[in-house]
């Protein structure tokens, strides 16, 4: 299998993702499809890496809100496709070019956009924790 022309661990470097996140990435590409497709629970994720299935859950949420995994539905995920493996070149080109260009790990803004990503899902988690508060 071949993977796309782009420096995608470097760019997963400077994310600095949480620990977990790591694992549980690796884990997924190293386990998926040709074209990043993964078909893997939660529970069995953990059970491979050892981690507790929270801390499996936290990772996915920083590998989603990083746009490095999406959900597909429950057990199924898909890498980003600049991470995916592919059978050809020509696989792997034509997937790059029908990807959102938000979800480009060579647009410049990448890493900025992770982190306000997950910046604001704090503060999205602030705010229903205060709202909570007030409805107690």
């Given at each position: 299998?071949?993977v796309?022309?782009?420096?995608?661990?470097g760019?997963?470097?400077a994310?600095?993702?949480?620990?977990p996140?790591?694992?549980v990435?690796?884990?997924?590409?190293s386990?998926?499809e040709?074209?990043?497709?993964?078909?893997?629970?939660?529970?069995q994720?953990?059970?491979?890496?050892?981690?507790s299935?929270?801390?499996?859950?936290?990772?996915l949420?920083?590998?989603?809100l990083?746009?490095?995994?999406?959900?597909?539905?429950?057990?199924?995920?898909?890498?980003n496709?600049?991470?995916?493996?592919?059978?050809?070149p020509?696989?792997?080109?034509?997937?790059i070019?029908a990807?959102?260009?938000a979800?480009r790990m060579?647009?410049?803004h990448?890493?900025?956009?992770?982190?306000?990503?997950?910046?604001d899902?704090?503060?999205?988690?602030a705010?229903?924790?205060r709202?909570k508060?007030r409805?107690?």
């Open positions: 299998m071949l796309t022309p782009v420096n995608a661990e760019v997963v470097a994310l600095d993702l949480p620990g996140a790591y694992r990435l690796f884990t997924l590409r386990r998926s040709p074209g990043g497709r993964v078909e893997m629970g939660q529970s994720i953990a059970a491979l890496l050892g981690l299935r929270p801390s499996v859950t936290s990772g949420r920083e590998l989603i990083a746009r490095l995994v999406k959900k597909q539905r429950n057990g199924v995920y898909r890498i496709a600049m991470l995916a493996a592919y059978e050809t020509a696989d792997a080109r034509a997937a070019d990807m959102d260009p979800d060579d647009d410049p990448f890493v900025a956009r992770y982190h306000q990503a997950v910046e899902y704090r503060e999205q988690l705010r229903e924790r709202k508060l409805v107690a």
